[in-house]
C-alpha cells in the first residue's frame, strides 16, 4: 500500500513538472513566435527599429505593416491601423495672396424651387468662413510651415498613424480650390518629422477612368514611392504595398476597374511595380458586390452621418464586414464625430449630426470596433466644410455668426477620444486573435 502511494506522488509530481514545462514554454513562444508582432508593444521593448530612418531602409521588404504594433512619434504611440483623412486645399492672403476654401460658396440645392428659398454666394473670410465652426488657428493656409507642423502635431496626439492625403493630378482642383500636387512633399516631410505614414485619397475628377487612374498610381509611386513616410500596407499574403482609397469609384463601371485591378487585365497593375491596395467606397448596398467583381481589395465608408447611406449606417457594419471577410476584402468603416454643412449646404438640414459633447463620435467608434474591422478611418482631421473635423476649434461670435465649438470641453477634445478608442482598438484587436 504504502508503495503505491509512493508511486502515485511519483506520477503526480511528474505531472506538475510537465504542466509547469508547457507554461514556461508557452511563454516564452509568446513573446517570440510573431504573433506578438502583431500586438502593441511596451514602451520600454522597443528598439531603433521603430525609428523613421531603419524604416526607410526596409520599405517595401515587409517592414511597413497595415495593423503592426504601434510605433513612437514624439506625442506618444501612433497607430498604422488607424487612418485618418486630411485635406491640404487651405488658402489664405498672406501665403497663398487670396483665401481659398474659406470663402467657399454656398451650394444650391439641385431644385430650383427648394434652391429659391436659401441664400446664395460666398463666404467673406476672416470673420466669415465655410464651416459651422472655428479653426483654433484662424482660417490658415495648408502651405504655411507652422501650420503644417501643428497639423501633423495634433494627428500624432490623435495615435491615428497613417493620415490620408485628398488628391487630385498635378494642376487640378476641386470646384472650389486650387491645385495642391506640388504641396505634397512638403507633407510627408512634415508626416516624416512626426513617425505618420501617408496614404493619397484619389478624388474624381473629369473623365476619370481606370487608364487615368492608371497613370495616377504611377505618377505617385515613382514620385513618392522612396519616401519613409510613405505608407505600404502588410497584406496577408506577406507583401508590402501602397494603399489608395479611391473616393465615387462608383462613378466607374466595375468592368473598367476590372481591367486595371484584376490579374487578366488589359491594364492590370496586379503584380507589377505599381501593384497596391486599392479601396473602394461603399454607398448603396449593391456596391459592395460591384467592388468585389471590379478587383478591389476592400471597401470604405467615408460619410461621417449614420444613416446618411448604406455603407454609412452603423447597423450595416457587421454584415459587411462579413461580406468582406467572405470575399477576402479589407473593410474600413469611417467614423466620425459629427457632421453639420449648413456653412455650405444651407438646406441639408436632415443630415447634420449632433455631436452631443463626444457622445455621437464614441458610439460611432463603438459600433466600428464592434464590427472587428482591419483598419479603423477618422472622418475627417480638418473637413470644415462639412463639420467632420477633429483639428483644435475655438468658440467664436461675430456681428453675424456665432460658430458651433466642442465646449464644455477644451479644444483637444476629439483628439483625446480619439487617442483613447485608437487604443481601446488595438487591445481588443489582441483579443480577437485568440
Not at 167 to 172: E, F, I
Not at 194 to 206: E, G, I
Not at 236 to 247: E, Q, R
Not at 267 to 277: C, F, I, K, M, Q
Amino acid at each position: 500500500m504504502g508503495r503505491l502511494r509512493r508511486r502515485a506522488c511519483v506520477a503526480l509530481f511528474l505531472f506538475t513538472l510537465f504542466i509547469f514545462g508547457a507554461m514556461m514554454a508557452l511563454r516564452t513562444l509568446k513573446s517570440g513566435d510573431g504573433f506578438s508582432d502583431l500586438l502593441p508593444d511596451a514602451p520600454e521593448r522597443r528598439s531603433a527599429s521603430s525609428s523613421p530612418a531603419h524604416r526607410r531602409s526596409n520599405a517595401g521588404a515587409g517592414a511597413e505593416a497595415g495593423a503592426g504594433p504601434p510605433n513612437v512619434g514624439p506625442e506618444g504611440n501612433i497607430f498604422d491601423d488607424v487612418h485618418i483623412f486630411y485635406y491640404a486645399w487651405y488658402g489664405s492672403p498672406k501665403a497663398d495672396g487670396k483665401f481659398v476654401h474659406w470663402d467657399h460658396v454656398l451650394v444650391p440645392h439641385w431644385d430650383p424651387k427648394i434652391a429659391s428659398s436659401y441664400p446664395r454666394g460666398r463666404h467673406v473670410p476672416p470673420e466669415d468662413i465655410g464651416s459651422s465652426f472655428y479653426p483654433e488657428l484662424g482660417p490658415y493656409s495648408s502651405r504655411d510651415p507652422a501650420v503644417l507642423e501643428s497639423h501633423m502635431e495634433q494627428i500624432a496626439a490623435s495615435a491615428a498613424g497613417v493620415l490620408v492625403l485628398s488628391w487630385y493630378p498635378p494642376g487640378v482642383a476641386d470646384d472650389n480650390g486650387e491645385p495642391t500636387e506640388d504641396f505634397v512633399p512638403a507633407v510627408l516631410d512634415a508626416a516624416y518629422r512626426h513617425n505618420l505614414k501617408v496614404a493619397f485619397h484619389l478624388q474624381p475628377y473629369r473623365e476619370r477612368d481606370e487608364q487615368s487612374v492608371l497613370e495616377n498610381v504611377k505618377y505617385i509611386i515613382d514620385r513618392y514611392g522612396d519616401h519613409a513616410a510613405f505608407y505600404r500596407h502588410a497584406s496577408t499574403a506577406g507583401k508590402s504595398l501602397p494603399l489608395f482609397y479611391i473616393y465615387d469609384s462608383y462613378l466607374t463601371a466595375p468592368e473598367s476597374w476590372s481591367r486595371l485591378l484584376t490579374a487578366g487585365g488589359a491594364r492590370s497593375l496586379r503584380g507589377s511595380a505599381y501593384d497596391g491596395v486599392f479601396v473602394a467606397l461603399v454607398v448603396e448596398e449593391r456596391h459592395k458586390r460591384d467592388i468585389a467583381s471590379a478587383g478591389f481589395d476592400g471597401m470604405y465608408t467615408y460619410f461621417a452621418a449614420n444613416g446618411f447611406s448604406f455603407g454609412s449606417s452603423h447597423q450595416n457594419w457587421k454584415a459587411l464586414k462579413a461580406f468582406c471577410d467572405d470575399n477576402r476584402l479589407l473593410f474600413v468603416p469611417c467614423v466620425g464625430p459629427g457632421y453639420a454643412d449648413a456653412s455650405v449646404r444651407p438646406w441639408n438640414g436632415h443630415s447634420a449630426r449632433n455631436r452631443v459633447n463626444g457622445r455621437y463620435y464614441e458610439t460611432s467608434l463603438r459600433a466600428a470596433l464592434d464590427a472587428r474591422p482591419d483598419v479603423l478611418a477618422v472622418t475627417s482631421f480638418n473637413e470644415w466644410h462639412e463639420g467632420t473635423q477633429i483639428e483644435r476649434a475655438v468658440p467664436k461670435k461675430t456681428g453675424a455668426r456665432v460658430y458651433l465649438d466642442y465646449r464644455p470641453h477644451e479644444p483637444n477634445h476629439y483628439l483625446e477620444l480619439t487617442r483613447r478608442w485608437a487604443e481601446e482598438f488595438n487591445k481588443e484587436k489582441e483579443t480577437w486573435l485568440l
